[in-house]
């Protein structure tokens, strides 16, 4: 799951599903999020209770192993970035749509009022994303804080990644350099935004998907559909210049590639996105047994 988690596209929560843990993951979650509201409330006594229940031979592990991998996965995706902007795109693009096409199929049934939620939501963020200037080298504290929260609420969801909502709000390459760099200041300010959003998300995003799982749905496609724009056609998510130094790309602009850069992102991105769909398949099967 931490690897799943360093690259866009690939959710966290698909390879819970497809280890067979994913309700025991998401119930330990949510104890730990009560927890944590009782804290905050003084209610030491209910929070200590609260802990106790927490499946922690589960948590406890998991964390272990993923903050791991992240650690050493961070280094070589950093310098892939800059040495290979072009072809980490095109990977990334393939993970995303193929993230994209498993959150499609989890739609029971579609209307045209979900169509419009999709399209209005991928339509906005598109043209929202269109005002980014480029990755954001040197965020705030308060930017990073805000991330950490928004972005760990992808862990709980199958077919939406961390990474990839880090990827469209510029912040992928900086929190890379974080962990890479053990930018321990950083770090805690992000670690801290974490804790915070899964403890008011984590029930609220379970609470949202059981009462009203279609529109929620859409909006999460929509979400992603229009944050497609971070990889247009690539690499404006991470910013490049081109091989002969005489153009720049920069954030979310919709330039296409110059001349004899589209071979390797293209064969990147079927690749990545036939490991997307066979690990759908491994899920889906480990599901049924």
């Given at each position: 799951?931490?690897?799943?988690?360093?690259?866009?596209?690939?959710?966290?929560?698909?390879?819970?599903?497809?280890?067979?843990?994913?309700?025991?993951l998401?119930?330990?979650?949510?104890?730990?999020?009560?927890?944590?509201?009782?804290?905050?409330?003084?209610?030491?006594?209910?929070?200590?209770?609260?802990?106790?229940?927490?499946?922690?031979?589960?948590?406890?592990?998991?964390?272990?192993?993923?903050?791991?991998?992240?650690?050493?996965?961070?280094?070589?995706?950093?310098?892939?970035?800059?040495?290979?902007?072009?072809?980490?795109?095109?990977?990334?693009?393939?993970?995303?749509?193929?993230?994209?096409?498993?959150?499609?199929?989890?739609m029971?049934?579609?209307?045209?009022?979900?169509?419009?939620?999709?399209?209005?939501?991928?339509?906005?963020?598109?043209?929202?994303?269109?005002?980014?200037?480029?990755?954001?080298?040197?965020?705030?504290?308060?930017?990073?804080?805000?991330?950490?929260?928004?972005?760990?609420?992808?862990?709980?969801?199958?077919?939406?990644?961390?990474?990839?909502?880090?990827?469209?709000?510029g912040?992928?390459e900086?929190?890379?350099?974080?962990?890479?760099?053990?930018?321990?200041?950083?770090?805690?300010?992000?670690?801290?935004?974490a804790?915070?959003?899964?403890?008011?998300?984590?029930?609220?995003?379970?609470?949202?998907?059981?009462?009203?799982?279609?529109?929620?749905?859409?909006v999460?496609?929509?979400?992603?559909?229009?944050?497609?724009?971070?990889?247009?056609?690539?690499?404006?998510?991470?910013?490049?210049?081109?091989?002969?130094?005489?153009?720049?790309?920069?954030?979310?602009?919709?330039?296409?590639?110059?001349?004899?850069?589209?071979?390797?992102?293209?064969?990147?991105?079927?690749?990545?996105?036939?490991?997307?769909?066979?690990?759908?398949?491994?899920?889906?099967?480990?599901?049924?047994?």
């Open positions: 799951m931490g690897a799943a988690n360093t690259v866009p596209g690939v959710s966290g929560g698909t390879l819970a599903l497809m280890f067979g843990f994913y309700e025991r998401i119930n330990a979650l949510r104890d730990g999020a009560h927890a944590a509201t009782q804290v905050l409330r003084g209610d030491l006594k209910g929070a200590l209770a609260s802990l106790k229940a927490v499946e922690w031979s589960l948590l406890l592990p998991l964390l272990v192993g993923a903050g791991a991998v992240v650690i050493a996965v961070a280094g070589p995706l950093e310098r892939s970035l800059e040495t290979h902007p072009e072809n980490m795109a095109g990977l990334f693009l393939g993970l995303v749509i193929g993230s994209l096409i498993i959150s499609w199929r989890l029971p049934t579609w209307n045209p009022r979900l169509l419009a939620v999709v399209t209005l939501v991928g339509t906005s963020v598109f043209a929202g994303l269109g005002w980014q200037n480029g990755p954001l080298n040197d965020p705030s504290p308060l930017l990073l804080f805000a991330a950490g929260a928004i972005a760990i609420c992808a862990m709980i969801l199958p077919g939406l990644s961390g990474s990839f909502l880090l990827l469209m709000f912040l992928y900086a929190v890379l350099t974080m962990v890479d760099q053990r930018l321990m200041g950083d770090l805690v300010i992000f670690g801290f935004g804790a915070l959003g899964l403890a008011a998300f984590a029930t609220l995003l379970s609470r949202l998907l059981k009462r009203h799982h279609d529109p929620m749905l859409a999460l496609l929509g979400l992603m559909l229009g944050s497609l724009r971070v990889l247009w056609p690539w690499p404006h998510g991470v910013g490049y210049t081109s091989p002969n130094d005489t153009q720049t790309f920069d954030g979310t602009g919709l330039q296409w590639p110059t001349q004899g850069t589209t071979l390797w992102p293209l064969l990147l991105a079927g690749g990545a996105l036939m490991v997307v769909l066979g690990v759908d398949a491994l899920a889906s099967r480990q599901n049924k047994a």
